[in-house]
């Protein structure tokens, strides 16, 4: 499609930089599906500065935003093939790879954002990044997002019933396709890139997703209602393809570590700033009726969605539901 295939011909753009005397650069492919002005968009600009300027131009990071270039119903596999060098896909996305990764979608899972990057960075961090080695993808980092609210056309959600019978957008995770069949509510696996136009066609009622997608995609031209409900976490693994990981020598792979601790920890701050400035530009901005749950609210919600715990703590196994008990307490 793109005129383009295999790890050689990206790793050997011609070059000639007339400062450096370089007669190659390594490009580096990195296609997301979400907008520039989020903190996924921007940790990836930032993270393409910083290779550049580490590698003194040795190594250039294209971003390809928007789905530009794949769409997250093909981005994994065009990683596993090498048609592109990174993707960063929300975590969801990866239930398909190994079912450890479906811990990181349970309901209430997290309480904060603080419980979350305990868990990116600690054994259930390492331990699912170990689990996709063999599939050809080497995991450089978790980036964050925020927490998911829910939003509808169809009248405000307070209390868990008020779902019911709706129709939701959902990513592709089996955890989250239980959520809603624990609401008595139907679920749709729709890309993210068509989810606004579903929206506005009203073949889906509503979705659920971070403030900061809500808002720089628009959902309040075509949603009315948002409930902070915080049930969940949506956040992302930032992946490059295995093979081509390995080609790079040591010192490109150490620069690329270190810009990419860099871009991490700018993200990780970035995205609570980001989400919370997003929720006040909608209450100010728009005319979406927005729903904070009370404590009392919460708790009920909670209790709804413990089933799905209990439904899926035997396929993701005794040891990552421990790892996660021991962030819990
Ligand atoms: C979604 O599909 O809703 C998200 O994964 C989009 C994203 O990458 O933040």
């Known amino acids: 499609l793109f005129g383009f295939s295999g790890l050689h011909f990206m790793k050997e753009v011609p070059f000639d930089d007339e400062q450096t005397g370089m007669k190659e650069q390594i490009v580096i492919r990195f296609s997301h599906v979400v907008s520039e002005n989020t903190p996924k968009g921007l940790a990836a600009g930032r993270f393409a500065d910083l290779v550049q300027k580490k590698s ?4 250039k990071v294209v971003v390809f935003p928007n789905a530009e270039l794949f769409s997250d119903e093909g981005e994994l596999n065009a990683l596993q093939t090498g048609q592109v060098q990174m993707i960063a896909p929300s975590t969801s996305k990866l239930g398909t790879l190994s079912p450890e990764w479906l811990v990181l979608d349970l309901p209430y899972a997290f309480s904060s954002n603080e419980a979350v990057k305990e868990a990116y960075e600690g054994e259930i961090g390492q331990a699912l990044f170990a ?7 080497e995991g450089l980092a978790f980036w964050y997002n925020g927490f998911k609210q829910m939003t509808t056309a169809k009248g405000s959600i307070i209390h868990p019933t008020d779902v019911k019978g709706q129709v939701f957008r959902i990513m592709p995770s089996k955890v989250i396709e239980k959520q809603y069949e624990v609401l008595e509510a139907a679920s749709r696996p729709i890309p993210f890139d068509q989810t606004y136009h579903n929206l506005e066609k ?14 720089s995609k628009k959902y309040y031209h075509v949603q009315k209602y948002m409930t902070i409900t915080n049930h969940a976490y949506l956040g992302y693994a930032v992946l490059m393809n295995r093979e081509f990981w390995n080609g790079l020598s040591i ?33 100010e901005n728009t005319s979406m ?25 035997p396929t993701i196994g005794e040891k990552m539901m421990e790892s996660l008990r021991k962030i819990k307490s």
Do not use: C
């Open 56 to 59: 003194n131009n040795r190594v």
């Open 131 to 137: 689990d996709i080695k063999k599939q050809n993808i």
């Open 202 to 215: 009203g073949t889906i009622d509503g979705e659920e997703n971070t403030i900061s997608n809500i808002y």
């Open 251 to 283: 010192e490109i792979q150490d620069i690329i570590r270190e810009a990419m601790a860099e871009a991490t920890e700018w993200n990780w701050q970035y995205s609570i700033d980001m989400n919370e400035a997003n929720l006040q530009q909608l209450k």
């Open 289 to 313: 009726q927005i729903y904070e749950l009370t404590p009392e609210d919460e708790l009920e919600w909670r209790n709804t969605l413990k089933r799905v715990d209990l439904h899926f703590a």
